[in-house]
């Protein structure tokens, strides 16, 4: 197995600025921003690259000083686990405010893990944060460093200073100084390389965040009985039989005129920023899962973020979750139960539904397993003269409906594109089909050649003369 890379966990009081730095290391906007303390609640984690080293950067809640949030302790036991695990920590502490008590009581802490600690001094652009830098030298620690995660300023001296911490590795190798080369057994499986992105969506508390920590076998995420828990979209890696995923946990999807406004600071704001990143983990993602609460139903929500999914043409699974809780009706509840999630989300007849209870575990399995069938089948391209000798077969015994005089003929048909199926159909004068026989040639593609859990689209030309 490949060595694990090491790990930099972010700590400091809330508001110092730790996810403002962590976008700026990693180069993404997972680490939502906003003058409220407490905003991010999970270890954010992503991968970042310097000088030719590879670790783990983790941005973790402001577990020191008081807290309004009632998930509070859930947050601090997180983090704390983080900073158990990490190589090194980076303390980040606010220039403009200079040595506060809390920042001293941080300090001490950090010192009693016996890790290596770097102090970073944030909002240094400004002239009263530079005159109070000196102050930080007083905790005794080796490397104090001046930036601005605002502006960038003194990040790559940062970088520089993480990756001499840690170790260098050989450009390029992926191996550390004075480690051995890994035997050629041991090196990653070609068909491992891709990696499938995968989206956990769906209403606030129907266990999202739940089914991720089944899927890993680990309390990475918090988890409550509190709407709300999940703010930012938590992405973590999974190795599953030899292939490799990417798990993005989201928050909950409210209905529009329920999720605060982005216009001020605030929880309002903090929640139509987390659903907007929602909707970025969709518009991202290989393959989504639909998390619904098998208890209560489908709802019109659920419909509205399955209607997203599909608009955006990813791979799709609808996840009944908390099974546990309705096991026990009548014998034909399951089917009575999928035959109503059908009609309420008929656009998605082509999805695959799973009864599963996260809690428990009860069929967790299925639901990666499910996604891997999905993410390959996304990817099939159809051989052109497969494609039209199947098209030959179909129109011969159901031709396309004629909307004038002159009788309409599919020439030839192309796969021109996949993740998802697109195929194109050339005839010798329309320019679309009539819905219905749109939806029949969709059919019978599935029918044919699989096509599980995927939309696929059709586009009709005709032929030029």
């Known amino acids: 197995m490949a060595a694990k890379r090491r790990s930099v966990v972010l700590v400091g009081r809330p508001n110092v600025g730790k996810s403002t730095l962590f976008n700026r ?21 992503r991968p970042v690259e310097w000088s030719g080293t590879t670790f783990d950067l983790f941005d973790t809640g402001g577990l020191f000083g008081a807290s309004e949030d009632p998930l509070h302790e859930l947050v601090v036991e997180q983090g704390q686990r983080a900073i ?24 001490s802490e950090l010192r009693q893990t016996g890790r290596p600690v770097l102090v970073a001094i944030n909002k240094t652009d400004d002239k009263r944060a530079r005159a109070s830098a000196t102050d930080f030298f007083e905790f005794g620690f080796d490397a104090v460093i001046e930036i601005s995660a605002e502006h960038g300023d003194g990040v790559a001296e940062l970088l520089d200073e993480i990756v001499k911490r840690i170790g260098i590795r050989d450009s390029g190798s992926g191996i550390r100084r004075g480690e051995e080369p890994q035997e050629k057994s041991q090196l990653p499986n070609p068909e491992s390389s891709q990696e499938t992105r995968v989206a956990i969506v769906g209403r606030p508390n129907v266990g999202k965040s739940s089914l991720v920590n089944r899927l890993l076998r680990e309390e990475r995420v918090l988890v409550s009985d509190m709407p709300g828990t999940t703010r930012d979209a938590i992405d973590v890696p999974l190795l599953w039989h030899r292939r490799r995923f990417r798990i ?50 489908a709802t019109d929500q659920d419909a509205a973020i399955g209607g997203e999914v599909d608009r955006a043409g990813r791979g799709i699974v609808i996840v ?23 009609f309420k989300m008929r656009f998605l007849d082509y999805a695959p539904i799973l009864h599963i209870s996260a809690l428990t575990g009860e069929r967790a ?18 051989p052109t003269p497969v494609l039209n000798k199947w098209v030959e077969q179909i129109t011969a015994a159901n031709p396309p409906v004629s909307p004038g005089r002159k009788h309409v003929r599919i020439l030839y048909a192309a796969q021109i594109g996949v993740a998802p199926p697109s195929f194109v159909f050339f005839t010798n004068v329309a320019t679309s089909f009539h819905f219905s ?16 859990g995927s939309p696929i689209r059709v586009q009709v030309r005709r032929r030029k003369k």
């Open 320 to 342: 009944a979750n908390k099974w546990d809780l309705v096991k026990t009706q009548e014998r034909n509840f399951a089917k009575t139960f999928d035959d109503n999630l059908r």
């Open 248 to 297: 993005v946990d989201t928050a909950g999807m409210r209905r529009p005129g329920r999720v605060g406004s982005g216009g001020k600071a605030g929880p309002g704001k903090v929640e139509y920023v987390s659903v907007a990143l929602a909707k970025e983990a969709i518009a991202d993602a290989d393959v989504v899962a639909l998390l619904i609460d098998a208890y209560q139903g």
């Open 365 to 382: 399995p299925k639901v990666i397993e499910t996604i891997d069938a999905i993410a390959a089948a996304r990817r099939t391209r159809i």
């Open 25 to 45: 290391m990693t180069g993404s906007r997972r680490a939502i921003v906003a003058p409220v303390a407490g905003t991010t609640r999970d270890a954010l984690t």
């Open 437 to 452: 026989y749109e939806r029949f040639l969709v059919n019978q593609l599935r029918e044919k050649f699989g096509f599980v």
């Open 84 to 107: 158990r695990g990490a190589d090194l920590l980076v303390m980040l502490v606010d220039g403009r405010e200079g040595l506060v008590s809390g920042d001293e009581r941080i300090a």
